[in-house]
């Protein structure tokens, strides 16, 4: 479930840079919903990088060990 909560979070970021980007080529009368976007896409970043920090330290998530380290 928490997992399922980061994946759709990265989406949500993905979504909002997909817009993002079509509002700075497509709308040429307000830069206003340039600037709502992108507070949005930042709020949603740090919302994210907050999920991966706290499901880290709560044992749901785990780093992977490297293929590089022989046990």
Do not use: C, E
Request: hydrophobic share 55%; no cysteine; charged share 10%.
């Amino acid at each position: 479930m928490y997992k399922t909560l980061i994946i759709i979070n990265l989406i949500a970021v993905l979504i909002s840079l997909a817009f993002g980007g079509f509002f700075l080529t497509q709308d040429d009368s307000s830069k206003r919903r340039v600037a709502i976007v992108l507070t949005i896409r930042i709020s949603l970043s740090i919302l994210l990088f907050a999920l991966l920090i706290a499901g880290y330290f709560m044992g749901y998530l785990s780093p992977n060990s490297s293929p590089l380290i022989s046990q």
